[in-house]
């Protein structure tokens, strides 16, 4: 009988504070150096709370760097023209260089469209056609922030990932299938399962890296990991409990799956903070493109633990 292993907790609080500390050193040395300050412009196209949050996430954070932030708010029965004239104009203005549009959008508009209508030099989101094809195609690009985060945290547990299963269970455009481009570029051998997947614990059971963006609160049980794996959870599932409170859940049952993993994210308390900070390497990393600019490093995978 095998020993019960108690997994390492991935802590996304303390990743994504060593990679916003080094952030903010590099744009404090792009200011320094180039006396340029990176600038973000959200867009939230109504009202939603949990989008309200996030947006309100990103700009503090992006303050908190010493980058400048805007967050522009239009009302949710805005126009789609309004929306894609906003981001024409924010392609157009020069001391903007990251643009993110929060999403979902309301039914009426056409995401695509939003997507397509971002300058892919300004794409801080990495969901333009361009930088998906420059991901996968190889060259430079802005890459999804999530999954950039997922791969820093796998490195910062793992190291080099060469040779390693890495089963990604999602195939959406903002996170599935960019995470699982990203994880092939780190020379995993990668499996992309989804809802059609045959014997879908079978194919999780074969993964040492398992990244799970499926987005169904506790799917991936405790017997569907590899003794041993790394687990990374994506999912943020909201229930409102019995006293009303919102409670997120992720993709994996984490008190089954801690028993059997050797690293794991929590949710929440994981992804999702290496996701802002993400944002704000894509920011800086944008900036320092768009101004031809070599002699600043941005920051592309988490600093060593102090
Ligand atoms: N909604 C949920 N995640 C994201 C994200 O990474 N970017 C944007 N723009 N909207 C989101």
């Given amino acids: 009988m095998s020993a019960t292993l108690i997994a390492q907790i991935i802590d996304g609080k303390e990743a994504s504070a060593r990679l916003k500390d080094a952030v903010a050193a590099a744009v404090a040395d792009l200011k320094a150096k180039h006396n340029i300050v990176p600038g973000l412009a959200t867009v939230l196209v109504g009202e939603d709370p949990a989008s309200q949050v996030y947006v309100a996430s990103k700009n503090k954070t992006a303050h908190a760097l010493g980058m400048n932030s805007r967050q ?3 009302p949710a029965d805005a126009p789609e023209a309004d929306v894609l004239a ?8 020069p001391d903007v260089h990251g643009i993110l549009v929060q999403l979902p959008v309301p039914k009426h508009i056409d995401s695509f469209k939003v997507i397509t209508t ?8 990495g969901l333009h056609p361009e930088s998906a094809g420059r991901l996968v195609a190889g060259g430079e690009a802005l890459v999804p922030c999530t999954p950039m985060g997922c791969v820093m945290m ?7 990932l060469s040779g390693l299963h890495a089963v990604v269970v999602g195939r959406s455009n903002l996170v599935g299938k960019p995470v699982a481009s990203l994880l092939l570029n780190e020379n995993c051998t990668v499996t ?14 074969t993964a040492d890296i398992l990244v799970a963006a499926v987005g169904r609160k506790e ?49 929440p ?5 290496m996701t802002v900070a993400c944002l704000m390497v894509n920011t800086l990393k944008a900036c320092v493109t768009q101004n031809g600019i070599t002699n600043v490093v941005v920051p592309m995978r988490l600093p060593p633990r102090k």
Avoid: Y
């Fill in 118 to 125: 971002t300058s892919p030099s300004k794409d801080v989101d």
């Fill in 219 to 267: 799917m991936i049980r405790g017997d569907w990991i590899k003794p041993g794996a790394t687990v990374i959870d994506v999912g943020i599932n909201r229930e409102t409990q019995a006293d009303g409170k919102n409670k997120l859940f992720g993709d994996v049952h984490f008190a089954e799956a801690s028993q059997v993993a050797k690293f794991i994210t929590p949710v």
């Fill in 86 to 93: 906003l981001i024409q104009k924010l392609n157009a203005d």
């Fill in 72 to 74: 522009i708010t239009l």
């Fill in 192 to 205: 992309i399962a989804h809802s059609r997947t045959k014997d879908l614990a079978a194919v999780c059971r």
């Fill in 269 to 273: 308390g994981g992804v999702g903070l």
């Fill in 154 to 160: 796998a490195k910062d547990v793992l190291g080099d």
